[in-house]
């Protein structure tokens, strides 16, 4: 048996392809799910050799999973090794009764709803199906299936979007109590044709970021969220019932350990070596089929990246990291002076030396982050 814990499957269908997304994404073929969940078993059977006995963590995502044929989603939940944390995507448009009561006999145990606004007119800006009804009828149907760990998705930097557009998002989102949110500045990637068809407006939003950074931040901290991520925020204390609802998943990319990573597009660490299949799927499907690997490129994963990689992402939490860890990326002269700046703070435990980014340096994030790599 190996050692990895985590495992990431990729489910790339979708009713619709949003200007903005760069996911490796295929809209419809509802004539393909069923080969694809053949293909993904298949690539699974491969790898299981890698896998630990006590595995802590699976995560559909997409594309948009429960837009997969509930008869073929069904089949590859049953596939599924047994974990603590078990989470699918979903979009809201696409949760019914149906898809809801197949998740919870399938021991699904935590659900990420893709709202992203609740403002009909940045939903629109931003292609989306799901309406705001959507997202409040998607919520009650998982609550009253029993689901008690719901993470909702948010957006802002969006065309169009107001400082009171993205205060309503909040209040209405708040409004739903979920354990969790994720809250994520728009990245239009060039190229997309979202950026030909709203560049100066992006423009626009880009220097506004920060504004809204903070407004998040100071809005969800004050409703009883843990800010314990650069962009993840989950119910803490009392509210929290004595649970720790952080996403548990991607707390292992953050990290740094090892993961599995099946499907189109799905990237894989394993034992200092970076593995990406790449994004065909008629490739992919026919190679599993005929028993073969997936195509799929490799990167080796050398201490000196792997060093750096554990300080970018590290300091993402609002935990410290272990200096020993990221020596060989620490520029100790940066560290001095981001120290003195106040935007570092360097403390010693029973761990050795640790750093981590003070709230100020938190919010300046990535600059912080890349005087500090050596």
């Not at 649970?243 to 707390?251: E, G, P, S, V």
């Not at 799905?266 to 028993?291: C, F, H, W």
């Amino acid at each position: 048996m190996g050692s990895v814990r985590h495992v990431y499957v990729h489910l790339p269908f979708c009713a619709h392809r949003c200007g903005y997304c760069d996911f490796v994404t295929v809209v419809g073929r509802p004539g393909q799910h069923g080969a694809y969940v053949d293909a993904l078993r298949a690539e699974l059977e491969q790898e299981r050799h890698v896998l630990a006995d006590d595995l802590e963590t699976v995560f559909l995502g997409g594309g948009t999973p429960t837009f997969t044929e509930l008869a073929e989603l069904e089949r590859l939940l049953r596939a599924m090794p047994s974990v603590r944390e078990l989470t699918v995507e979903a979009n809201p448009e696409t949760v019914t009764p149906e898809v809801v009561s197949s998740l919870r006999a399938a021991g699904v145990t935590r659900v990420s709803l893709g709202a992203q606004s609740f403002r009909p007119h940045l939903l629109e800006t931003l292609e989306r199906q799901a309406t705001p009804d959507d997202v409040r009828r998607a919520v009650h149907l998982l609550r009253a299936a029993g689901f008690d760990n719901i993470s909702l998705d948010l957006v802002y930097g969006i065309p169009g979007q107001s400082s009171s557009d993205l205060d309503s998002d909040l209040t209405e989102a708040l409004a739903l109590e979920p354990e969790h949110l994720s809250c994520y500045e728009l990245e239009a990637k060039p190229g997309t044709r979202f950026t030909h068809a709203h560049g100066e407006e992006l423009a626009r939003q880009a220097d506004a970021m920060e504004g809204y950074f903070e407004q998040v931040v100071d809005t969800l901290c004050s409703a009883g969220y843990r800010w314990y991520e650069t962009a993840n925020f989950c119910l803490e204390g009392r509210r929290a019932r004595g649970r720790d609802l952080r996403a548990r998943h991607n707390l292992g990319y953050w990290h740094g350990y090892d993961y599995l990573g099946i499907g189109i597009g799905a990237v894989s660490t394993l034992a200092g070596t970076r593995r990406r299949n790449l994004p065909g799927l008629p490739q992919y499907v026919q190679a599993l089929a005929a028993g073969a690997t997936p195509p799929r490129e490799l990167e080796p994963i050398d201490a000196a990246t792997s060093a750096r990689e554990r300080l970018l992402l590290g300091l993402r939490l609002d935990e410290p990291v272990v200096v020993a860890d990221v020596e060989h990326a620490l520029d100790r002269g940066a560290l001095t002076r981001l120290v003195e700046l106040e935007l570092v703070e360097v403390m010693t435990n029973g761990r050795g030396e640790e750093l981590r980014l003070t709230r100020r340096g938190r919010f300046l994030g990535g600059g912080v982050t890349a005087e500090l790599m050596a």
